[in-house]
């Protein structure tokens, strides 16, 4: 019985010194960093999305003039003024896409020698678009606009009547003086340098009576460049 007593005691005397010693070790009792059943690691904290600055706000009324320059890729450059006092809504626009680098690499697609050059389309077919249409600014659409298309004057081309808020990102450029478009479509600027250079384009061939120009030989715009760092507001875009 004696002998049984003692066996009792030194067997509980070497658990409590394993136990000492597994503490000492630190072998406290965890799951495994990875593998099955362990716990999953915890997820990363998410970054939250930072929305887009919103666009500056001019402080005071656009100047009278913006500059621009058009350059070809053949090197041809055509230099010109925009008038947002005559044409706001359609110098905004053409501001915007110039500074967005929406023109570079688009082409002239319509030409009509003694008429005008026609580019701005962005698959080239003269039926692309923006996205978005702008307010017609002429008379037939109940605005006032005093900039008579003649030789030099850029204006925005859109679909025919009464689609009078259709004009997106498609421009001309009056190679002659049809006046006969006063009224119905919204100039907004005037070359001034590079009127050969518009010459030159002119002289491109075309189907007769459409303009229509084989996309091989359409002449290339390098790109189109806002000559100024006015502050302005972005345009009013509607829906098509």
Known sequence: MIHLLKKLICLALCSLLCFAALVACGGEITQHSGGAGSAPAPAAPETPSTPPPDPPQPTAPPPETIPGTLTMEDGGVITFELYPNIAPQSVFNFVYLARDGFYDGLKFHRIMSGFMIQGGCPDGS???????????EF???????????????LSMARQGNPAFNSAGSQFFICHGDPTFLN???AAFGRVTSGLDVVDRIAETPSQ?????????????IRSITIDSDVVIPWPDKLDR
Not at 139 to 150: K, M, R, T
């Open 126 to 136: 003269g039926g692309g678009n923006p996205g978005y249409g702008i307010f017609g």
């Open 139 to 153: 008379a037939a659409n109940g605005f006032e606009n005093n900039l008579n298309h003649e030789r030099g004057v």
């Open 183 to 185: 009224g119905e479509y």
């Open 208 to 220: 007769q009576g459409s303009g229509a120009v084989d996309p091989a030989i359409m002449p290339v």
